[in-house]
Nanobody
Framework: QVQLVESGGGSVQAGGSLRLSCAAS????????MAWFRQAPGKEREGVAY???????SYADSVKGRFTISQDNAENTLYLQMNSLKPEDTAMYYC?????????????????WGQGTQVTVSS
């Protein structure tokens, strides 16, 4: 059974930084599409960043140049480094995993989700 556990959320002032972590267990993630999503109150869940095992990455336009997704395959851990945070980045952030890397970037239907970690950015 695949399990994803996020950590690292919190409250920060605008311009600050946070790093989210997602500890994955239950399978080898070299064949998975991995991603971070977020959902703000009253809004749809959106894909923020995607990564596959060859290192290729994709970002939503709203976070390009500020967020970096990475993964440590030895530790089976996914990261999201968030810099220059803005109040509009406030949301619940979710780690997600899905089998198959073809068509990863932009995928919305993921098979496995973490429980989420809250990020709050104040102005």
């Amino acid at each position: 059974q695949v399990q994803l556990v996020e950590s690292g959320g919190g409250s920060v002032q605008a311009g600050g930084s946070l790093r989210l972590s997602c500890a994955a267990s239950g399978d080898s993630y070299s064949r998975y599409c991995m991603a971070w999503f977020r959902q703000a109150p009253g809004k749809e869940r959106e894909g923020v960043a995607y990564i596959i095992s060859d290192g290729r990455r994709s970002y939503a336009d709203s976070v390009k140049g500020r967020f970096t997704i990475s993964q440590d395959n030895a530790e089976n851990t996914l990261y999201l480094q968030m810099n220059s945070l803005k109040p509009e980045d406030t949301a619940m952030y979710y780690c997600a995993a899905d089998r198959g890397v073809s068509g990863c970037f932009g995928r919305r239907g993921f098979g496995y989700w973490g429980q989420g970690t809250q990020v709050t950015v104040s102005s």
